[in-house]
Every structure is written in structure tokens, then in C-alpha cells.
């Protein structure tokens, strides 16, 4: 099963990802996650991206292209995975389609979680007043200025993904906004 979660930021994406990574058996695929452990770990693609991360841009497509494009071929990949946080920009779907191709993969859905703006910053606030109630570190972009950032990112450059997909017909919507079982409900249904 290979899937690609879509959504703003705060939709929930990491959420379901996390229960269809037990449904199916397959990894959970975040470049966000996969590029935070390279700012951690202070690998050159660290350095190179931290700055843009932290302020709430997006890294460039060739960085994250290449990230996934190894990642996938990985042992754990090979009954399928789901992309989280990728493709973010058109290049980045249109760079997907060429590599799935030349890897001899298919896509088995596509899906987006559709989600009110006006409740995306609670969504993310309270995600970071979480973390510190459980004694972690908040992520250095869950603050309100690189939101701000993050959501005309979305808007501008990953909005435009899920308009890419629906116009080849291959785009389906779950209701994000709903209580988090009843979009695990909803996932399910989709997913057949
Ligand atoms: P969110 O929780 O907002 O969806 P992520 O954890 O997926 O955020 O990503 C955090 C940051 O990592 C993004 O704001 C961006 O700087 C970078 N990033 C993650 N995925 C991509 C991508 N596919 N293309 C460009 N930048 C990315």
C-alpha cells in the first residue's frame, strides 16, 4: 500500500499516519521528521535546511526529492509506506510521478484531509502545549510567527498538489475537522 497523506499543517496527517502504519504494516515516510533528524544530527542537508525550517519555509525541492527517493527504496519500504509532508510543491508531485516510474512503483491513493484554516494555529498551539505538559522540547517552528509562514507556504505552493492530483481524477477528501476516530473511520473507508 503506498499512500500520500495531504492536509495543511495541523490537519492531523501524523496522527493517521501513525494508525495506518499499524493497519498496513508499512513505514510512516515525514520529510519534516526525516529533515528535523538531519538539523539534530547536523548532517550538511541539516545545516543547509535549518534556517529555512525554523523561520517556517520550505526546503528546497531537490534536497527533499532526494530524501525520499532513497528512502523508499529502503528494506522497510518494500510492502509499500506513506508519504507525509511529500510532495509539497507541484515539482515535488511531478519529480514523484518520474522516480515512481523509473522504480517500477505505483501510487494506491492519494488523500486529503481537509481541514478549516481558522482552527489550524489552536491546533498547533495546543500541540505544543503538550509537548511541554510531557516535558519535551516544542519544535522551534510551532510558534505563531513561523505558523504564519508555514500556512502561506500551504497555501501557495501545497495547495496547488491537491489541485495537481484532483485534476488527474486520482485526488479523495476525508473531513479532517471531525473527531480523530471518526477520520480513522473515514481513512478506512477510502482505503477500502
Ligand atoms: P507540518 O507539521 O507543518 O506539516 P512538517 O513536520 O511536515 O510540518 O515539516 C516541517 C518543515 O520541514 C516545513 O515547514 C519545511 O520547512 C520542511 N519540509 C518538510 N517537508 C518538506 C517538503 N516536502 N518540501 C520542502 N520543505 C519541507
Known amino acids: 500500500m503506498r499512500l500520500i497523506l495531504l492536509g495543511p499543517p495541523g490537519a492531523g496527517k501524523g496522527t493517521q499516519a501513525a494508525r495506518l502504519v499499524e493497519k498496513f504494516s508499512i513505514p510512516q515516510l515525514s520529510t519534516g521528521d526525516m529533515l528535523r533528524a538531519a538539523v539534530k544530527a547536523g548532517t550538511p542537508v ?4 535549518k534556517t529555512v525550517m525554523d523561520a517556517g519555509g520550505l526546503v528546497s525541492d531537490e534536497i527533499v526529492c532526494g ?22 510543491t507541484v515539482a515535488q508531485a511531478k519529480a514523484l510521478d518520474e522516480l515512481l516510474a523509473e522504480k517500477g512503483m505505483r501510487l494506491d491513493a492519494i488523500i486529503e484531509l481537509k481541514v478549516d484554516e481558522s482552527a489550524l494555529l489552536a ?9 511541554i505538559a510531557a516535558g519535551g522540547t516544542v519544535r522551534a517552528d510551532d510558534n505563531p510567527d513561523a505558523f504564519k509562514v508555514r500556512l502561506v507556504a500551504y497555501r501557495e505552493q501545497t495547495a496547488p498538489v491537491s489541485a495537481y492530483y484532483a485534476s488527474r481524477g486520482v485526488l479523495k477528501t476525508v473531513d479532517g475537522m471531525a473527531p480523530i476516530a471518526d477520520v480513522t473511520k473515514a481513512l478506512d473507508a477510502v482505503l477500502g
Open 46 to 49: 541539516g545545516l543547509q535546511a
Open 67 to 88: 530524501i525520499i527517493s532513497d528512502r523508499i527504496e529502503e528494506a522497510d519500504a518494500v510492502n509499500g509506506f506513506i508519504l507525509d509532508g511529500f510532495p509539497r
Open 123 to 131: 491546533r498547533i498551539e495546543k500541540r505544543a502545549a503538550d509537548t
